[in-house]
């Protein structure tokens, strides 16, 4: 498995996340939904809650059939197609939710209320982005820093 390789979901992994007919484990699950035919794998092991536990979720899906590598980005373009409803170029929303859930996680604070506010009134990953310098001024209050860097680490991998 290359983690450098963009993967999306195949038949049965949309069967999977509108049906759960094939009843995966929750945190498997939640990589599947993940899955978006625009992440690679590394990005998307980095929204896991530890790389080595992502890592095994998206051998898991990817041994089950559930995803597949992408062969080139035409395959990626007739998928987007044939998908429907289409998405937006941009769809920044599992982002924001990550982020929201992560600074109320760390940090229990007005300021970190006020600005997960202001995150999730973001409509794309630009705009997302300018509250990063305050969101590192919100996270040096976080009672653990060194899950405070992880998160910052994390979310940078994603929108980068």
Request: proline share 2%; no cysteine.
């Given at each position: ?32 939904i ?10 998307v ?113 994603v929108?980068?």
């Amino acid at each position: 498995m290359e983690l450098s390789s963009v993967f999306s979901k195949t038949a049965k992994g949309l069967d999977e996340v509108s049906t759960r007919a094939h009843r995966l484990p929750a945190r498997v699950r939640a990589l599947l939904i993940m899955i978006d035919g625009h992440r690679t794998g590394s990005q998307v092991v980095a929204l896991s809650a530890s790389v080595t536990e992502g890592k095994r979720h998206l051998a898991a899906l990817l041994n089950g059939g559930f995803i597949q590598a992408q062969s080139a980005p035409a395959t990626a373009a007739s998928q987007r197609a044939t998908a429907s409803p289409t998405l937006p170029d941009e769809d920044i929303s599992l982002a924001k939710s990550y982020v929201v859930h992560s600074l109320h996680e760390l940090v229990a604070s007005a300021d970190a209320r006020a600005l997960s506010e202001e995150i999730a009134k973001a409509m794309t990953a630009d705009e997302l982005r300018q509250h990063f310098g305050r969101l590192r001024v919100v996270l040096g209050a976080a009672a653990d820093q060194k899950k405070a860097k992880l998160f910052l680490e994390k979310i940078a991998l994603v929108l980068d």
